[in-house]
């Protein structure tokens, strides 16, 4: 098995290949050729910002989210799981994974391990979702809160 450091952590080539297969659904995609290329090069995106999230978040629990995730998107997720107004101050990185986690499928219990690429991966297809019917409510109604 070939491992490589991400990050100074070991991450084994499984991984990312995890993320594309089952996460991504690449076997499925039925495109041949140049297309294929395009849409393999985009699933690598997906997979290296899910692995990136995962590793950063466990070697710097403590810095911003905004290190790696946009002001729409804290604000967003805070919204749809806390039905509340987002603060002033992003939270710190690890409670945007546990958020966007949970939005996948995360316990967050006690005696829970770190969220994992699967629920990071389900995730952010779900928060993409609420993004954009954020966007499509903002542009029937115009921008309400925030």
């Given at each position: 098995m070939l491992v490589k450091k991400f990050n100074g952590i070991?991450?084994?080539?499984k991984l990312k290949?995890?993320?594309?297969?089952?996460?991504?659904?690449?076997?499925?995609?039925?495109?041949?050729?140049?297309?294929?290329?395009?849409c393999l090069s985009f699933y690598l995106i997906i997979a290296w910002r899910t692995l990136y999230v995962v590793m950063i978040g466990r070697s710097c629990p403590n810095i911003s989210c905004e290190?790696?995730?946009?002001?729409?998107?804290?604000?967003?997720?805070?919204?749809v799981l806390y039905r509340k107004k987002p603060p002033k101050t992003p939270p710190t990185l690890n409670e945007m994974i546990r958020m966007v986690a949970s939005l996948g499928g995360y316990l967050?219990?006690?005696?829970?391990?770190?969220?994992?690429?699967?629920?990071?991966?389900i995730g952010f297809r779900n928060l993409q979702?609420?993004?954009?019917?954020?966007?499509?409510?903002?542009?029937?109604?115009?921008?309400?809160?925030?």
């Open positions: 070991p991450v084994s080539g290949y995890k993320i594309l297969k089952s996460g991504c659904k690449l076997e499925k995609v039925q495109l041949t050729g140049e297309n294929f290329k395009v290190f790696v995730f946009s002001r729409e998107e804290w604000q967003t997720a805070i919204v967050n219990r006690k005696s829970d391990p770190e969220p994992g690429v699967k629920t990071m991966w979702e609420h993004l954009k019917a954020k966007e499509a409510f903002e542009a029937v109604y115009g921008k309400t809160c925030g």
